[in-house]
């Protein structure tokens, strides 16, 4: 398994503004994710985290809007810019240790949008 | 990535039933994954199995694949209150990719 710590767990943000998310993991993995769950919905893949480059990103997503930064093998860091009340969702980010098995989540990032 | 479907969306049972989730999958994949999400937190890795496995056990729970049908299901038997929670699956191509999900189903068990 992989202890994942996540920050902040909830914020109430003003349109407009920006919000970076954390993602810390206990030891070193090959890959980092980050999703996001809109009210009553299911995950969307936002992006994989590579380190030392730039994040790969689905459509639908681009990095002016959610840019991520990776600069090591255990930490990551999600920003949600220029929010609006549609940006409200939970963040969650996701760890893979190894090729070909289990993702591990965080506890997620709710962020309501006013 | 495009989502997969789950059926039911909602099922509420009596406790001591068993419950069983359906799972399907658009695109050929390396392995399928099961989640248990309670009220919105994070997700609670329940089960992986394998794109050549047919069947896999871990509990009271049991999942099945059919790569044929593009489908996977997870039984939960003699639910307990506490199995109150949505339930994801989740495919994988492999490698580098992340997961694509499916829409869950919401699982109520009545006491």
């Known amino acids: 398994s992989a202890v994942i710590s996540q920050k902040p767990s909830r914020d109430i943000c003003q349109r407009g503004t920006s919000l970076t998310i954390q993602c810390q993991v206990d030891s070193q993995v090959t890959m980092m994710f980050w999703y996001r769950q809109q009210p009553g919905q299911s995950l969307t893949l936002i992006a994989t985290?590579?380190?030392?480059?730039?994040?790969?990103?689905e459509s639908g997503f681009v990095i002016d809007k959610f840019p991520i930064s990776r600069p090591n093998l255990t930490f990551s860091t999600l920003t949600v810019s220029n929010m609006s009340p549609e940006d409200s969702s939970i963040y969650l980010c996701?760890?893979?240790?190894?090729?070909?098995?289990?993702?591990?989540f965080g506890q997620g990032t709710r962020l309501t949008v006013v | 990535s495009q989502q997969g479907e789950e059926d039911p969306q909602a099922l509420s049972i009596q406790e001591g039933e068993n419950a069983t989730m359906n799972c399907s999958y658009k695109?050929?994949?390396?392995?399928l994954q099961w989640y248990r999400q309670n009220s919105g937190r994070g997700l609670v890795h329940l089960i992986l199995i394998r794109s050549n496995e047919r069947e896999k056990h871990s509990g009271r729970l049991r999942v099945t694949l059919d790569t044929s049908k593009k489908s996977s299901s997870l039984l939960i038997t003699a639910s307990r209150a506490a199995d109150t929670a949505s339930y994801f699956c989740?495919?994988?191509?492999?490698?580098?990719?992340?997961?694509?999900f499916g829409k869950g189903t919401h699982l109520i068990i009545q006491p």
């Open positions: 695109t050929s994949i390396n392995n």
């Open positions: 985290a590579n380190q030392g480059s730039e994040a790969t990103y």
């Open positions: 989740a495919s994988s191509g492999g490698g580098a990719d992340g997961l694509t």
């Open positions: 996701s760890v893979i240790r190894n090729m070909n098995t289990e993702a591990f």
